[in-house]
């Protein structure tokens, strides 16, 4: 049974930081790309990161370039998404998805595992 568990999220005020984790387990991690989405309240899911299997390749949304940061660790089968210099636009819940095809997508439909999601909240 495949399962993804966010954590990390809460409320921060403007400026401050966040780092979300997701633990994986029931797949063999480390071959897959990881991406993580957000969804605000009234608006449809949205692509924030993505990081292939090995690292290699990161892809992020423009909006979140040089305020956030995807990483992975394979041996402990989780990634990471530290968020700095947050803003109250960050607002959402909070994704992590898993990707077992060869590339990364930016898309939900790339996405086989979901997690539960994870609220941050980010006050002005």
């Known amino acids: 049974q495949v399962q993804l568990v966010e954590s990390g999220g809460g409320l921060v005020q403007a400026g401050g930081s966040l780092r979300l984790s997701c633990a994986a387990s029931g797949v063999t991690f480390s071959n897959y790309a990881m991406g993580w989405f957000r969804q605000a309240p009234g608006k449809e899911r949205e692509f924030v990161a993505v990081i292939s299997w090995s690292g290699g390749r990161i892809y992020y949304k423009n909006s979140v370039k040089g305020r956030f940061t995807i990483s992975r660790d394979n041996a402990k089968n989780t990634v990471y998404l530290q968020m700095n210099s947050l803003k109250p636009e960050d607002t959402a819940v909070y994704y992590c998805?898993?990707?077992?095809?060869?590339?990364?997508?930016?898309?939900?439909?790339?996405?086989?595992?979901w997690g539960q999601g994870t609220q941050v909240t980010v006050s002005t």
């Open positions: 998805a898993a990707d077992r095809s060869v590339g990364v997508s930016t898309v939900e439909l790339g996405y086989d595992y």
